[in-house]
């Protein structure tokens, strides 16, 4: 199950529609250019924050959460601001285990 986080603050648990989100599914979520960062090691299932690495430049809101979440597991990205919504995810979800 991945976690959806909206600029808005809210989340949503969600499921890919098959074993794996697809590319659709993931611009959907995103909505722009796709890039991210590992929060949690592949030993304990490799979850991973997608994002729009471009958010800041197309004008898209600052997500606090993703931002807390971002700093809490990877303190040496203090400087990076998430902007736009995140996909939280284990990278068996989206076949880049």
């Known amino acids: 199950m991945a976690r959806w986080i909206l600029v808005n603050g809210s989340e949503r ?9 697809t590319g659709a ?25 997608y994002m729009d690495d471009e ?7 600052r997500n606090r959460l993703a931002t807390e979440l971002l700093h809490f597991y990877r303190w040496d990205l203090g400087q990076v601001v998430v902007y736009g ?6 990278l068996c979800e989206t076949g880049d285990a």
């Open 85 to 90: 919504n995140v996909l939280l995810a284990d």
């Open 55 to 61: 958010g800041k430049l197309k004008g898209k809101r």
């Open 25 to 49: 599914e993931l611009d959907f979520l995103i909505d722009g250019n796709i890039s991210g960062y590992l929060l949690a090691e592949r030993i304990i299932g490799g979850i991973f924050l």
């Open 13 to 21: 648990e969600i499921f890919p529609s098959g074993r794996i989100f």
